[in-house]
């Protein structure tokens, strides 16, 4: 009980300090607020499923994360390379992975099964858009202070969490047939992982205040006025 509460508490942070900065974020940052909004919704209701409804196998609200993971995810990203692709290929990349994730779920999975393979294409997915993130960030050498910069953080996070889950998410199954004792060791793994992927988020959110992103709209609501000024001019 004390790992549950450890896997699934951490959620609660980013999501208080998100609540906090959130008219100060730009739409990149909005995005991936809902989509901690979401996860804490997600847990709440795990936690329900287990411990009031007494429900044995809990993955269907776990499937329908993956997919909305990828979605919200897929859009952040869109946000933030906008400038080095089309827009279009990031909606093409999540229309054709939850057409083929809904395909396996329905036809040739269950939606009480983990899918070990898609979430394994899911997350080198992530770790791939991560890495273009940080080579546009090296390549545009616009951001004067990293430690200020909220996208830093939240990529560190995502490429951390996301790397180090590839194992995990391709022999979730096979772990779990292999030995009770070695998948309790894979899951206290997993919640360190966890743990610090919300504190790094949390930590991306506290910095709206001090980073670009944070000033994004106060940036945007100056350039408009000056419009206005030099327009009625």
Not at 133 to 151: C, G, H, R, S
Not at 207 to 212: A, I, L, S, T
Request: proline share 3%; aromatic share 20%; net charge positive.
């Amino acid at each position: 009980m004390n790992l549950l509460y450890f896997n699934w508490t951490p959620i609660l942070i980013p999501f208080v300090i998100g609540l906090l900065r959130y008219s100060r974020m730009d739409l990149a940052l909005k995005i991936l607020f809902f989509f901690v909004v979401y996860g804490t919704a997600n847990e709440i209701f795990g936690l329900y499923l287990r411990y009031v409804l007494e429900a044995k196998n809990t993955m269907l609200p776990g499937n329908i994360y993956y997919l909305l993971e990828f979605i919200f995810l897929g859009y952040y990203y869109r946000q933030l390379l906008k400038d080095r692709f089309k827009p279009l290929i990031f909606v093409a990349i999540v229309f054709a992975f939850v057409t083929v994730s809904l395909s396996n779920l329905v036809v040739f999975n269950s939606w009480h099964e983990y899918p070990a393979l898609l979430q394994t294409i899911s997350k080198i997915f992530f770790i791939g858009f991560c890495l273009l993130y940080f080579y546009k960030v090296m390549d545009d050498a616009k951001i004067q202070n990293l430690w200020k910069e909220p996208t830093i953080y939240i990529n560190v996070a995502i490429l951390i969490y996301y790397a180090g889950n590839l194992f995990f998410s391709l022999m979730f199954n096979l772990i779990l047939e292999y030995s009770r004792a070695f998948s309790r060791l894979t899951v206290l793994y997993f919640s360190i992982l966890n743990a610090l992927f919300y504190v790094l988020i949390a930590m991306g959110f506290w910095q709206v205040n001090h980073g670009k992103s944070g000033q994004s709209s106060k940036n945007d609501k100056i350039g408009q006025s000056e419009q206005k000024v030099n327009f009625v001019s």
